[in-house]
């Protein structure tokens, strides 16, 4: 069972435009959703994250958008760049006990910023 | 740079051999996560480590098994290695009271 599902799988986007990615998730006892960046070769790197009770954070050029009701969030990156190009991965963590950092990813989507 | 570090880079192994990869924690970290993620997939959750003592699974069979040191170093030993097991394996260390976890460079693992 896909617990968080992202779209779309594949993104080409012009430099100097808008890049967004969509995830959607189902269980409710989600309660952090960070957004990673993967270079190939590389370990994932955290870019930014939000939690449910906060609808929208911005860091630099990069935008959470998140909707609770609609169990939906999504990744803005404003004036992309070529070095942009990367996978990224939304994920989401369940709430649990002291210590628990169970992270759910999506598959990934695989960005290129075309000059 | 994470300050999480993995050894080795790569390795082979064929299969039915037993695999041991190793993961040394960002200073002052007290968790540690393993993830699998094969080509063209998002990690998948293996384990995760809290002061030495498992603290949660995935769905990964018991011959997949870790261990977490005094110095949040850790291990993740695999045994009677399957096709299907290779893959990036990934950690990742965080503090307990926070839900930020740091990503180490991975091993890639394949299974002849």
């Known amino acids: 069972q896909q617990q968080v599902k992202q779209s779309p799988q594949s993104l080409i986007v012009q430099k100097g435009g808008i890049s967004i990615i969509n995830c959607a998730y189902e269980n409710t006892a989600f309660d952090y959703f960070p957004w990673y960046q993967q270079f190939p070769g590389k370990g994932p790197a955290l870019l930014i994250a939000i939690r449910p009770d906060v609808s929208e954070k911005k860091e630099g050029r990069f935008t959470i958008s998140f909707n609770k009701s609609a169990k939906q969030f999504s990744l803005h990156i404003m004036d992309s760049q070529p070095g942009d190009s990367a996978t990224y991965f939304c994920?989401?963590?369940?709430?649990?006990?002291?210590?628990?950092?169970?992270?759910?990813f999506g598959k990934g989507t695989k960005l290129s910023v075309i000059p | 740079e994470t300050g999480v570090t993995q050894s080795p880079t790569h390795l082979i192994k064929t299969r039915g051999q037993q695999v041991t990869l190793r993961c040394s924690s960002q200073s002052g970290h007290n968790t540690v996560s393993w993830y699998q993620q094969a080509l063209g997939q998002g990690p998948q959750f293996i384990f995760q480590y809290y002061r030495e003592e498992e603290n949660g699974r995935g769905n990964f069979p018991p011959r997949f098994s870790g261990l977490q040191f005094p110095n949040y170093s850790s291990e993740l030993n695999v045994n009677a290695l399957e096709l299907d097991d290779s893959a990036l394996y990934l950690c990742?260390?965080?503090?307990?009271?926070?839900?930020?976890?740091?990503f180490g460079p991975g091993t890639r693992l394949t299974v002849l």
């Open positions: 994920a989401a963590k369940r709430a649990a006990g002291a210590g628990s950092y169970q992270l759910t």
């Open positions: 990742a260390s965080g503090k307990g009271d926070t839900d930020t976890q740091y």
